[in-house]
């Protein structure tokens, strides 16, 4: 940084091209481009990354290229082994010059530790076919930017397969967990019981954040909050951005006496299906307000239900 920014980054140089060379303008691909700075003879970086090739590695899943709170500007979230200095946990001595592991693969190597959630992918009512795989298939091993160290990152993780998704990202407005902090806020990544392994059925989905009993945990220490009991960790200041809805006995959205869930008509006994979903998209709009076929929040929205007040008036 100090010997400018041109010295990482060309400031034109793009192209179609997913790879992050092109995608942050980078002078050439990582690892080539730090090892212009960092000789990969030196004695205390081969101490430092004990005898592993790291010469091969990406360089930027365990260290952020600019600026960080941590020594050696390690990513912000670190897995504790490697946080530790323990990579015998996880790793034999480098032969030929590849890494090693302890165990025959790296999702037999997670289940040591995490043989919790190594049960739930297998025995899920719902499975996701993106967890069958190995655990590096979405996971950093060693560090990320967030909670869990998805890579490349809480969303891109998800939309290299779910593309139809990335799609929507290119709309106007976009729901901040869907597209901003990542999609396992609402899914649970490894497997579930509920259709499209959403964490809560129905509208308490959206009341763990909107709802006016939402009450997130502070884990202060970490600089987090969590819902869902602790299994959603998520930024201390994420809740700034949430809109809290003014309910009480479920009506009260989006005006005072609306609302939110099945009516059912006092007289003739007919249900109205109603829920958060009748009315907004769950990940993005092209208009504020992410409703339901890129509508407008206007009088024309709320026609299409209110049909026989349009008539009366």
Known sequence: L????DSCHVIHKSGASPDPEFRYHLAKAV?????DCHDVKDSSLIKAHQNQPFEKADCLTCHDPHQSDQPKLMQKFLHEPFAEKQCEICHASAKDGQVVLTQPTAKE????CHADVAEK???AKVPHPGAQGDCTDCHDPHAGKSPGFPKPDAVRVCLACHTDRAEES???DLHQPAFQQGCAICHEPHG???PNLLRADGNALCLECHGPGAKPAKLEKEHLVAIFDGQVRLPENYFAKVPVLPLRDG??????FHPISDVTDAKTKKVTRINCLSCHQPHASAHRGLLVKDQEANAAFCETCHQEGKRQN
């Open 192 to 194: 579930g019981t509920r």
């Open 170 to 172: 290119k709309k106007a």
């Open 251 to 256: 009506l009260g959205h989006p005006t005072q």
């Open 31 to 35: 690892p080539a481009l730090c090892l």
């Open 121 to 123: 992918i297998q025995k």
């Open 2 to 5: 100090d010997a400018g920014c």
């Open 109 to 112: 190597l997670c289940a040591v």
